[in-house]
């Protein structure tokens, strides 16, 4: 637990969303790029590795990362890609070895290999790839190559996961003829493909999204000096801290205008009774202690990374939490409804799930030992209740190294039993 009215200063990690599509990116490049505040995690460590084993030159500095020379997509060696637990990581290389005239075989950690590719997979195959599940169909690991022709036009199910759209459209500028993207159903995570738009522009890319219709021009990437932006999913956590201690929390380097849709986590806790600013350091955000935290009914659909986060503060609200349009992320890292729920319950919590969402209704808390089921965002998130929860204790706290290895180490005074 901690004391109201603490002030902090944070410098989060830079965003691996960002990185990895910057770093797709540059490997493809007709001439090097430097990539500064590159996310430290293991998924973009994940990805350095299998850069390398594609034959990527890098030269990484902290988090200045320097790409020194490109993949040769003409390479008939057989190469083997692990990607641990990283899931954006898994579908973003399965898609670029889809251009390699070499066989390209991704795999992952027991846990990635249950969650579903099948979207991808089945894309790659109409658009022309050779792709083999080496296993279960739709799932890691697979094999892929390139194959005889490619199509240019594809409709592809965007109500299951952005990433297998932003897979396709990062190496669509290598395809003869480009490639135009039908997106079918409702757009789940649309900031993400806006946020892969931006990236592969700042690499030179010829790419437009319309309502449901993305096209990219073929073409070549260009090397690029790429200032990867902080990570507004990790800056959740740090804000969470000042919505539910009363203190204030500055978010070093982040910009209302950012990339990331995840920014917009801002105005919920706004509607909650925080007070959120734009400052020339960053974005700050405070509560008054005497001021109520009040529950909020939310569509997070958009911003579903900050489920977890939203789960813990709303636990603390004077009135219901309603989450709804996050059906879809039962099947992340974990099952980020069922899970997140099983283990908020323990702490006493009464949450009621929905077929896209759940209810949080605020009742007296107790401590428990919570576990984290493999998910980075389950255990930060179950962390921010130690400010108000004695006796807590989170399993498997190693788990941020997917995104934020120092994570307990910056908030070590906070977060003491």
């Known amino acids: 637990m901690t004391e109201p ?6 410098q989060v990690p830079g965003s691996k969303s960002i990185a990895n599509r910057a770093l797709i990116c540059a ?27 594609l034959g990527v030159v890098t030269d990484q500095d902290g988090t200045t990362v320097r790409i020194n020379s490109q993949i040769n997509l003409e390479d008939a060696q057989p190469l083997e890609l692990q990607t641990r637990l990283a899931g954006t990581t898994s579908r973003f290389l399965t ?51 390139r194959g005889s022709s490619w199509q240019a036009r594809i409709a592809i199910d965007s109500t299951t996961s952005s ?15 480009g490639l135009e993207i039908e997106l079918r159903g ?3 995570s649309r900031g993400y493909l806006d946020m892969t738009v931006a990236v592969m522009r700042a690499f030179g890319a010829q790419t437009e999204i319309a309502e449901n219709v993305i096209w990219v021009s073929p073409g070549v990437y260009r090397g690029s000096d790429f200032a990867v932006e902080p990570d507004a999913s990790s800056a959740s956590y740090p804000s969470a801290i000042a919505a539910i201690a009363g203190s204030r929390v500055t978010i070093a380097g982040l910009n209302r205008n950012s990339l990331q849709r995840d920014v917009e986590f801002f105005d919920v806790l706004s509607h909650m009774g925080c007070e959120v600013r734009q400052q020339p350091d960053g974005i700050s955000i405070s509560r008054e202690i005497a001021r109520p935290l009040r529950g909020v009914t939310v569509d997070m659909s958009q911003i ?31 099952d980020r409804i069922g899970d997140l729920a099983l283990e908020l319950r323990k702490l006493g ?5 929905h077929a896209d969402g759940f209810t949080v209704t605020p009742v007296a808390l107790h401590g428990a030992s919570l576990a984290t089921h493999d998910d980075h965002r389950l255990a930060m998130a179950f962390a921010i209740a130690k400010l108000r929860i004695g006796g807590i204790e989170v399993r498997n706290p190693e788990v941020v190294s997917k995104s934020w290895p120092d994570y307990f180490k910056v908030f070590e005074s906070f977060f003491k039993k």
């Open 163 to 177: 990433q297998f759209t932003s897979a396709l459209m990062m190496i669509a500028p290598y395809l003869p003829s």
């Open 5 to 10: 009215g603490r002030e902090l200063l944070i």
């Open 304 to 334: 579903s990374d900050c489920v977890p986060t939203l789960a813990v503060v709303a636990l603390f609200a004077d009135s219901p939490t309603t989450i709804s349009g996050v059906g879809f992320i039962r099947a992340k890292e974990s």
């Open 95 to 145: 898609a670029l070895g889809a251009l390699r005239i070499g066989q390209t075989t991704i795999d992952g950690y027991a846990p990635l290999r249950k969650r579903p590719m099948t979207g991808l997979h089945d894309a790659l195959l109409s658009l022309g790839a050779s792709v083999k599940s080496l296993e279960i169909a739709g799932h890691l690991p697979v094999s892929v190559k």
């Open 349 to 353: 919590a009464q949450i009621d799930e």
């Open 27 to 53: 490997a493809l490049a007709n001439s090097n790029s430097t990539i500064t505040n590159c996310a430290p995690g293991d998924d973009t460590q994940a990805m350095l590795e299998a850069l390398k084993t």
């Open 186 to 188: 409702e757009v789940i």
